[in-house]
């Protein structure tokens, strides 16, 4: 019996689900477009084996171990890295036991869905993982990871991936990207400038990462115009590896438009590490229209992605660094926050801002009204907490009825996981279907239209917003 139901995620209605799975199949072949997301391009430049089944399902993919981290088992135990050099678990079979003997623990979430995709449609395994199973399931895991069809490039063509977006900082020195350029291979990864560590005054380190922009730029980033001028030149220079946009990842969706004489100072406080807390978050508005306008003159879509209060536990942060499973999700203003950016530039048709949020309460009260009447803004899909079957059919529903599919951008997978990457695409399409039939089995949609609209959802819109 298949690890995965032909049917699943269609509705139950028996006339709704077969005009799903006819909508369904006309997009399930599609290439994939992957705007945005975590994969490590040094994959791709090398092209080197996945060294074991924990490396690749376990320890980059904070979806899986923060479930067993709630369950009490130590990251350490997983083999997640220290950021002080600290012991962690070696073994990676000892770690995929750990992993088999808790499978249970994701039943019925959007993470077991992708697994047993991945399990299924990638490795060709038709049992589910238990305990009693583990070693036999790692052993076909690792056989498989040791043949050539099975390496980063092949399965990237295998995926039928039509461009990878990954995502680096602005002090990256895209060296792995280089490589992939300068190697024969014809696959489209690009990069994605993230600022944040040079544009957030409560980094660490703001302000050596200030000064180590100026020296990569040879501009003085001591002065509000030459740090303006640094992030002019690394953002050209992502360009030249391919990048389309541009991400930022804000605890809140504030905007300032300040005079220059008053960023200047602001900008100087930060350097001093002297900013309130209210001060570093007017700062990191201010950066945001500032990038706005940088977009408008070289074509970066802007990505912003608020609300998420990043690495709540402190432990876990000083133990293991960033973006390991403990962002979590907060209430977001969107109204007065962007306000002053869309004074500045939210009519400009030539200008996208694509919007993310963790907070569902928005969605159809500020976000859809939001990119329903300004050109320069489109609506992200759901994201993290809410890229589940069950999140993408609330979006939809809160969406929809204000802005449309059409300020939306499609869907994009924001994974580390590289096996997730199709099983994550194929429960968009599948979930967007099965919003598509209800509409045109109600008699909203005629099905032709359906059938360019879902088109649309699972390729046409990201290729499009996302400038590919």
Known sequence: MPLTHPDRLFPIDSSTRAIARELYQTVAELPIISPHGHCDPRWFAENKRFPNPAELFIIPDHYVFRMLSSQGIPLSDLGVPRIDGGETESDPR??????ADHYYLFRGTPSAGWLDHAFEQVFGLDEPLTPD????????????????DFLPRALFERFNIEALATTEGALDDLRWHKAMRDSDWQGRVITTYRPDAVVDPEFEGFSDNVAQLGKLTNEDTLSW?????????????????????????????RTENMPAVAAEKLFQKALRGECTADESDAFRGQMLTEMARMSLDDGLVLQIHPGSYRNHSADVFAGYGRDKGFDIPTSTDYVQALKPLLDA????????VILFTLD????GRELAPLAGAYPALRLGPAWWFFDSP??????????TE?????NTVGFNDDTRAFCSIPARHDV?????CSYLAGLVNTGRLREADAVEVAHDLAYGLAKKAYRL
């Open 94 to 99: 000892k770690i995929w036991r750990i992993f």
């Open 133 to 148: 199973n583990a070693d036999a399931y790692y052993e076909h895991i690792d056989n498989k990871l040791a043949q050539d």
């Open 225 to 253: 115009s030459g740090y303006l001028q640094a992030h002019r030149i690394r953002r050209a220079y992502f360009k030249s590896f391919g990048a389309t946009a541009s991400d930022h990842g804000h605890f809140t969706a």
């Open 345 to 352: 530039v939210g009519m400009e048709p030539d200008l996208t």
């Open 360 to 363: 569902e309460t928005v969605y």
């Open 390 to 399: 069950e999140g993408m059919r609330r979006f939809r529903e809160a969406t």
């Open 402 to 406: 204000t802005c449309g599919f059409y």
């Open 428 to 432: 968009a399409r599948r979930a967007d």
